[in-house]
């Protein structure tokens, strides 16, 4: 795969496919994926709640404590992956709810329902395949929207808040982890596809971050808890390592870019 991410939403969506095809094929030992949820915010009760492969170590934050889901509500997960803030939504609506997680890779949709399998939750949790900028839900249909890390892997983030404000049901809440940033970053790093995949090539700057939000139509617009990127995600970690090997920056290099990078957990109400 190419070093470099493409300037075309489609070109680029088939990368970042291609890209987290191999994090599912590459999935982390189940310690040290572990150790990467708790350092987002999952308790020990939501490691063990969730199936053996759910948990990528991947994500930054944790969408499910922004604000208790309740029993018989329908959420949705935006770019649901191997399916983990999804069986824990499960827990949280219970039996009469239910829970949609949206995916466009093949691998990840696969992962996650097999998933669902083991811990017999297939009619309660569903994985469709969608663009998150087209979800395949009707209208005015929805109590909650979840995400962890996903939105700014979207070109069109617009598309992506137009789409939850539809979806929505009057009233309905916006649950989001993700990616900010506090000032540009330099064009090497915009540019390389490692950053990108690891959501921070593809994010905004933290105002039109909030303003996207506030333009889709959503009120009530808050951050709930945010934190340094670097704190989520430390260098140290093997991913990071190898991202840093491809793009030729050095540790001291790394740590000033991980400086400008925040990540923010947002409520909103449609």
Known sequence: MTSLRSNEPETLRDQVREGYTRIVQDAPDAARADEAARRLGYDEDQLRAVPEGANLGVGCGNPTAIDALKPGETVVDLGSGAGMDAFLAARQVGP?????????????????????????????????????????????????????????????????????????????????????????????????????????????????????????????????????????IPLEDPRVREAMERMQIGEEEARSFASAVTSLQIFARK
């Open 96 to 232: 009469e709810g239910h829970v949609i997680g949206v995916d466009m890779t093949d691998a990840m949709l696969e992962k996650a329902r097999e998933n669902a399998r083991k811990v017999d939750l297939q009619d309660s949790v569903e994985f469709r395949k969608g663009h998150i900028e087209e979800l395949p839900i009707e209208d005015a249909s929805v109590d909650a929207i979840i995400s962890n890390c996903v939105i700014n892997l979207s070109p069109e983030k617009d598309r992506v808040y137009a789409e939850a404000y539809r979806v929505l049901k009057p009233g309905g809440r916006l649950m989001i982890s993700d990616i900010v940033l506090e000032r540009e970053l330099p064009q090497k790093v915009i540019e390389s596809i490692d950053a990108y995949l690891g959501c921070v090539g593809g994010a905004s700057l933290r105002s039109e971050y909030l303003d996207t939000i506030a333009k889709a139509g959503f009120s009530e617009v808050r951050i709930d808890r945010e934190s340094s990127f670097a704190e989520a």
